[in-house]
């Protein structure tokens, strides 16, 4: 009798397509925490740091000092680490050619050479993830290629984070390919950003979005706040590629915190908040600090995600600043200012939203919403094709939340209704579920339903 309702039971599931519920986590993800190590990090920081001077312009002929010495210890790095994973990673340099003229950060002309892993994905090798560092410091003058820049926080942080996540990462296979580069040029007007931009349009890469990490070891402020839980998460609203038809769409309909480097944004805090919830990620609405940039932006610029991610308090005595003693008041970007612990745990932040993402199956397409003059909200959305896909989940929020706050699994169907939840209230979207917990970025709606 038992076999026998079994087997009315998986008729009925093979019949009406039903499917089962997906894991609340990832498990995966609490390893990768683990094994991300403060003692590699500091091990390279100091590593970065001792090259004396990593400005853009400066020597390119040594092995112990300058951008030259920097680039080929990174590159040297990322070729072990594929070693050590069977060949795993694919690294090259990738360059471009900046000129004096009409740069006036720009002291000659030069090569601005980023180093680039790509850890091909093995279902959607063309859907990207990048992280990324910036191998390049500076001292108080930007055009001063000389004087010593060990640039510690700013940012051999970032870039050692970077490192650090591929050796993790790459013990691991993934769905889609995750990218870890160091970006030069930063400090001059964020070249190796729109280089490395550039060539991504040119592959036709499909850019899931990117982690720019840029000071992420210091957690003593210039305002006094000693913190080393909290940091800051920079997003656009919405891309500066959009449509004049997407503006009017907007105003009618909503959206204008919820451009796709915003989504993104949220996916990171979502993934702290599951698997970390020790730290506290601060969602900030901006490109970036207050009339500044970072090397996200040129990804920005062509329409792609992207997002900033660095210390809630920085200390701008360590910042751009020639070593010395003023007053009383230490002065550098010394080794002595970075909190190993604290670049740790925000390159263990960027691990779990690296893995997340390549696990995650390929976001919904053509999501759409109605409901006008209703008691419930519809959406739909075109299935994705993949097989590991057990459903999908719509999310909404009140309109000034900042994050997603609710969620319903819906199982493997395109079009579900939220009764009971008014459309002029909420914002929505969906995302793509896998059997076991990971999920894509959220999908805003980008028509109506009539």
Known sequence: MKKYILTIALSAIAYFGFSQAPQEVDTRHYDIIEAVSAERIESDIRTLAGFGTRNTFSDTVSNTRGIGAARRWIKAEFDKISEECGGCLEVFYQKDYVTKEGNSRVPKDAWVVNVVAIQKGTDYPNNHVLMSGDIDSRASNTMDYE????GANDNASGMAGTIEAARVLSKYKFKNSIVYVGLSGEEQGLFGGAGLAEYAKEKEWNIIGILNNDMIGNIEGVDGVIDNRTFRIFSEPVPPTETERERTMRRYYGGEVDGISRQLARYVHNQVKT??????????YRLD???RGGHHRPFNDLGFAGIRIMEAHENYNRQHQDIRVEDGIEYGDVVEGVNFDYAKKLTAVNAISLAGLAWAPPAPQNVGIGGVVAPSAILAW???DDDNIVGYKIYWRLTTSPTWDNFRYVGKVNEHTLEGI???NYYFG???VDKNGNESVVVFPDRVIR
């Open 422 to 424: 008014v459309i002029d």
């Open 430 to 432: 969906v995302s793509a």
């Open 382 to 384: 075109d299935e994705v």
């Open 289 to 291: 600090r207050f009339g």
């Open 147 to 150: 004087t010593d820049a060990p």
């Open 275 to 284: 698997y970390m919830p020790e730290m506290n990620p601060m969602m900030i």
